[in-house]
């Protein structure tokens, strides 16, 4: 039995997937003393903190404002209802606790439309699913408390035949030590989880916790996948005016910019896999559970196309086949391979990364289907004729240009390097050949010529070195400039004179000499574009665009931050890594501390966040840091330790103290091994 909050809108309930398309569900309900019904996607809103969750259920806990007004404008402040629940084997304890006037109360439901339904018994509920029986009894009804135990048995197993109604039996029986229940599995689970203190308090935490809770099914498969955040569900447009969705600028001061998000809500009878986001949502979760964290991975990697093509999202009934997203899927499975051992679930991931790894070079009116200006460089793009009709695809995604259709497929939507670049309606790609691109296509080379040695394919890997060997040798030909000691991107007159945080791309793909990567992070170090006390701004600090800090238009994004971080650590940058990635993390503990959120993106200029309040790959700027302690990379191995930025040693604003991370479990390929780091 899959338990949790497994569907988008159940932030305050869960549910009980006994196998694909087959479970039933069960929420919590608060009614006002005026009678207005806080229920669903009211929930997202009045979200306080998102607290701990335990990988396997064991124990996990959500804080609500009730005050707080569910619709866009929300500030939660207090937490006045905290729901917990805790699992073992075959049965659940959930508990709801309000602290202010009010009524809460369970609500039994069918999630995607499931056909099985609970039917009235007595003291409780009951149904009757595929293979289980399951049922429900409640604790005695509080206007302020609200408690149940779910338990479900076998049906049809050898042995005595299940008597009907056992399972409520059962619950019954475990009802009345509830509270003891969750209290001991609250304990248990903070004594022995993964956690940081010091100035890194709240570190790993905030990884383990805000993962966990983005976990969702694909309820006709049954797969678990990480989607890129719970509002991220496509599409279910309300009043949605396209173009219209992406986050607004916010307010200034104290006051949180709005989410962008009140034009959209989640669909209920669907799921959505985004290409880059969910494999970085794997690096993340493998900090809780290696298990989900393949998990998470062959979901990405199985929402492909059958042409290969890794989309830039699909969903249920829809996504994008004429375009993908960075390739960054087979860097996150040999870095998990290596942190979480798994050669059966790296050889089902194999083939799908290799079909996409095809997919971008794969024929085209006589050409690479991707290829830049000078041929064996690359160009983001759009298949115009497999775009859908406008049936069931977002608001602002009907009528799309080619040229948005490609900055989409970039991942840096509106980043102003695009706005230099024309459409070529011909080969349906940007007339350019772009620095991000060649170096995602770079490290995607040279990470599944890795994995096909793992896998047993030497011959395979040494072509796609070869391979990657070619690109490299094109790229230090066609696009370093050594004027600006940078890779610049290739468009029909030269050298595009603009410069992003994606520059910096070469370093993790292994492009620069060790003279020119010097070069590069002088640049890079350089407080007037892009080092100083917020960054990495997506768009040079000198640029007209930085102010705009819209989206990819000066703001910091966790992505970018990470794979810049990356990149100086493969080259030896250590010191400079180390500041990179510490500032990364306090900026985003800092605003976690006093919003309870975990950010889309940052304000280059103030630290704020921006963007949706619960996004997924908001925790890399976490990961970072933990990685400074603890990490195995690709290039050099088992790493521990780091060199201490002074900031950081000598204690700031955002600073309590002298760092000292300790990690009491660091769990591997499913076990859990003892580890204690100090500094």
């Known amino acids: 039995m899959r338990v949790g909050a497994l569907e988008a809108r159940r932030w305050a309930g869960l549910v009980f997937a006994a196998g694909p398309g087959d479970g039933i569900g069960l929420r919590l309900v608060f009614t006002t003393p005026d009678g207005e019904r806080r229920d669903l996607e009211d929930w997202y809103w009045m979200v306080s903190r998102v607290g701990p969750h335990a990988p396997h259920g064991s124990y996990a806990r959500m804080e609500f404002d009730l005050a707080a007004e569910p619709s866009p404008a929300s500030r939660p402040r207090e937490s006045t209802l905290i729901l917990e629940w805790s699992r073992r084997e075959d049965a659940v304890a959930l508990r709801a606790l309000a602290r202010a006037p009010g009524r809460v109360e369970w609500v039994g439901d069918d999630p995607w439309g499931w056909e099985t339904t609970w039917e009235e018994a007595p003291d409780g509920w009951r149904a009757g699913l595929e293979c289980v029986e399951i049922a429900a009894a409640f604790a005695p009804r509080e206007g302020d408390r609200a408690a149940a135990v779910v338990v479900w048995e076998p049906r049809g197993a050898p042995g005595p035949p299940s008597r009907p109604g056992r399972a409520l039996d059962r619950a019954r029986r475990l009802l009345p030590g509830l509270d003891r229940w969750i209290d001991d599995a609250r304990a248990d689970w903070d004594r022995r989880r993964p956690r940081s203190s010091g100035a890194a308090e709240g570190l790993v935490e905030a990884v383990t916790d805000n993962l966990m809770w983005t976990v969702l099914l694909q309820p006709e498969t049954g797969r678990l996948y990480a989607p890129a955040g719970r509002r991220w569900i496509f599409p279910k447009p309300r009043d949605a005016t396209p173009g219209d969705s992406a986050p607004r600028k916010g307010g200034s001061g104290d006051e949180e910019p709005l989410d962008g998000d009140q034009d959209c809500a989640p669909d209920p009878d669907d799921w959505t896999v985004f290409g880059w986001d969910s494999f970085f949502n794997t690096l993340a979760l493998a900090t809780a559970s290696g298990r989900l964290a393949w998990d998470a991975l062959l979901a990405g990697v199985e929402s492909r196309y059958p042409n290969g093509n890794v989309p830039n999202w699909r969903s249920r009934r829809g996504g994008t086949p004429d375009r993908s997203q960075p390739p960054v899927g087979s860097f996150a499975a040999l870095k998990l391979h290596l942190a979480c051992p798994d050669a059966d679930a790296l050889a089902a991931a194999w083939p799908g990364l290799r079909a996409w790894n095809d997919w971008w070079v794969a024929d085209k009116g006589g050409r690479p289907r991707r290829e830049g200006l000078t041929p064996g460089l690359f160009a983001w793009g759009s298949d115009t004729a497999l775009v859908p009709e ?166 910091i994004w966790p992505p970018m931050n990470y794979l810049v971080l990356q990149g100086l650590r493969r080259y030896g940058f250590d010191e400079f890594a180390s500041e990179l990635a510490w500032k990364g993390a306090l900026m985003f503990l800092a605003d976690r501390r006093r919003t309870g959120f975990c950010r889309e993106n940052f304000d280059a200029r103030t630290g704020r966040g921006r963007g949706r309040r619960f996004q997924s790959w908001g925790p890399l700027f976490a990961l970072g840091a933990i990685e400074e302690f603890v990490d195995v990379c690709p290039w050099r191995g088992l790493r521990m330790g780091s060199r201490l930025p002074a900031f950081v040693a000598r204690g700031d604003a955002a600073v309590d103290g002298a760092v000292r991370a300790r990690v009491e479990r660091l769990r591997v390929a499913g076990e859990a091994r003892t580890v204690e780091l100090s500094r």
């Open 390 to 555: 406008r049936g069931w695809l977002p608001e602002w995604e009907v009528g799309a240009s080619g040229h948005q259709r490609a900055a989409w497929e970039s991942g840096q939507d509106d980043l102003p390097l695009w706005d230099d670049v024309e459409w070529d309606p011909g080969r349906e790609v940007l007339a350019m050949s772009a620095v991000d691109l060649c170096s995602y296509r770079a490290l995607d080379l040279e990470c599944l010529s890795r994995i096909a040695r793992i896998l047993g394919d030497p011959a395979e890997g040494a072509r796609l070195e070869g391979e990657r060997r070619r690109l490299v040798e094109t790229m230090n030909r066609a696009l370093w400039s050594d004027a600006a000691g940078l890779y610049l991107d290739e468009l029909p007159g030269g050298h595009s004179t603009r410069v992003a945080a994606s520059n910096f791309l070469p370093l993790i793909a292994g492009v620069p000499s060790a003279r020119r990567a010097r070069r590069m992070v002088g640049v890079l170090r350089d407080p007037a574009r892009f080092w100083g006390e917020w960054m990495l701004p997506t768009i040079s600090r000198d640029d007209p665009a930085f102010d705009d800090q819209q989206y990819w238009r000066g703001s």
